[in-house]
């Protein structure tokens, strides 16, 4: 590959985690082309994006972002998700149905890194969508039985 190409792809890179909340390396050994193909189906159904690239270009592109990376080993795929919780949430499952594949290396979280335990309990967490809702039955549970408390204090006050 010419230097100009690589300098284009941590360019573009670059530009991907400037946007991103979050990145995840995995490690994609053992995943045939139909697995692959099928990762990058859920994370684009996600909104989420799976680059391979080599892990040279990947420090370069993180660093040059001013976040640290990590030093990365073996084959590398790197998650960048402006969703952490919908992306975590994705490689996780995945993994669970593939035999554990591909393995999660860690990743970064809003700047700080992140390792393997952290990305599974990211993935426990609701996603944004779920978090409102469950809000929205607190409060609507909260005023619901201050309707009833209501209701029960005007009929003692008829009875009376």
Same mark, same amino acid.
Request: hydrophobic share 45%; no cysteine; glycine share 6%.
């Given at each position: 590959m010419k230097r100009s %190409? &690589?300098?284009? !792809?941590? $360019?573009? !890179?670059?530009? &991907?985690? #400037?946007? $991103? &909340? $979050? *990145?995840? +390396? /995995? %490690? +994609? /050994? #053992? *995943?045939?082309v139909k697995r692959m193909t099928e990762l990058r189906r859920r994370f684009r159904r996600a909104g989420v994006e799976y680059v391979v690239i080599k892990n040279t270009l990947a420090l370069k592109a993180v660093n040059e972002s001013g976040l640290t990376g990590s030093r990365l080993r073996g084959p590398t795929g790197v998650v960048v998700a402006k969703d952490p919780i919908a992306a975590a &949430?994705? *490689?996780? %499952?995945?993994?669970k149905e593939n035999d554990q594949r591909p393995a999660t290396k860690g990743g970064i979280w809003e700047g700080n890194a992140i390792d393997e335990a952290m990305v599974k309990r990211i993935a426990t967490l609701p996603t944004r969508d779920e978090a409102l809702s469950q809000f929205a039955g607190c409060l609507n549970s909260v005023m619901m039985m201050f309707a009833l408390a209501l209701d029960g204090r005007k009929t003692q006050l008829e009875s009376a």
């Open positions: %190409d &690589k300098e284009q !792809l941590v $360019a573009e !890179l670059r530009s &991907k985690i #400037g946007e $991103a &909340k $979050a *990145l995840y +390396f /995995t %490690d +994609f /050994t #053992g *995943l045939n &949430k994705v *490689l996780v %499952d995945f993994a």
